[in-house]
């Protein structure tokens, strides 16, 4: 992630200036090689990972009204393990979650994304957590996929605006 660490700085200044959020904060994570662990922290960037570990619980809100987005380009080997994907799924019941994907979509399958299957979501309702999103039946699939809901959107705005909306 560190050649989009500007375009992450951009994107927060940019959602604090909006005014639309209370507080915007930047988190990050890495995974423990020794023991594959993935540890949250404060902050992004070779200096924060140095920094306390965190309870991942602690980024959700009991009244399910934080808006969690994923900046990433989903290559790092977390994406493609069990841990970052666990540590969504306890996010999933308890906030709005997003990935915002740096990649064109085109590079998506060589990322930890391949691994999913393309759904359309509906949300229920503007307050709804993800665990509440509603997956639209395909005409092409007799079962609906299984997993976390979970929007991907880019910083297009064809992407970003009916997502936003």
Same mark, same amino acid.
């Given at each position: 992630?560190?050649?989009?660490?500007?375009?992450?700085? %951009?994107?927060?200044?940019?959602?604090?200036?909006?005014?639309?959020?209370?507080?915007?904060?930047?988190?990050?994570?890495?995974?423990?090689?020794?023991?594959?662990?993935?540890?949250?922290?404060?902050?992004?960037?070779?200096?924060?990972?140095?920094?306390?570990?965190?309870?991942?619980?602690?980024?959700?809100?009991?009244?399910?009204?934080?808006?969690?987005?994923?900046?990433?380009?989903?290559?790092?080997?977390?994406?493609?393990?069990?841990?970052?994907?666990?540590?969504?799924?306890?996010?999933?019941?308890?906030?709005?979650?997003?990935?915002?994907?740096?990649?064109?979509?085109?590079?998506?399958?060589?990322?930890?994304?391949?691994?999913?299957?393309?759904?359309?979501?509906?949300?229920?309702?503007?307050?709804?957590?993800?665990?509440?999103?509603?997956?639209?039946?395909?005409?092409?699939?007799?079962?609906?996929? %299984?997993?976390?809901?979970?929007?991907?959107?880019?910083?297009?705005?064809?992407?970003?605006?009916?997502?936003?909306?």
């Amino acid at each position: 992630m560190g050649i989009w660490a500007e375009t992450v700085l %951009e994107l927060r200044t940019l959602l604090e200036r909006q005014g639309a959020f209370r507080n915007v904060q930047v988190w990050g994570f890495y995974m423990d090689r020794e023991t594959g662990n993935l540890h949250l922290h404060s902050g992004t960037g070779p200096s924060a990972s140095g920094s306390p570990h965190r309870d991942p619980g602690e980024l959700t809100d009991p009244a399910g009204r934080r808006l969690l987005l994923i900046v990433s380009d989903c290559v790092s080997e977390p994406w493609r393990g069990g841990n970052l994907r666990n540590m969504i799924r306890e996010w999933e019941g308890k906030a709005k979650v997003a990935i915002l994907q740096m990649l064109p979509h085109w590079l998506w399958e060589r990322t930890g994304l391949g691994t999913g299957e393309p759904a359309y979501l509906r949300i229920p309702d503007p307050e709804a957590v993800n665990a509440r999103l509603e997956i639209e039946p395909s005409p092409f699939d007799e079962e609906s996929p %299984e997993g976390l809901k979970l929007p991907i959107i880019t910083l297009e705005p064809r992407s970003l605006l009916p997502w936003a909306k």
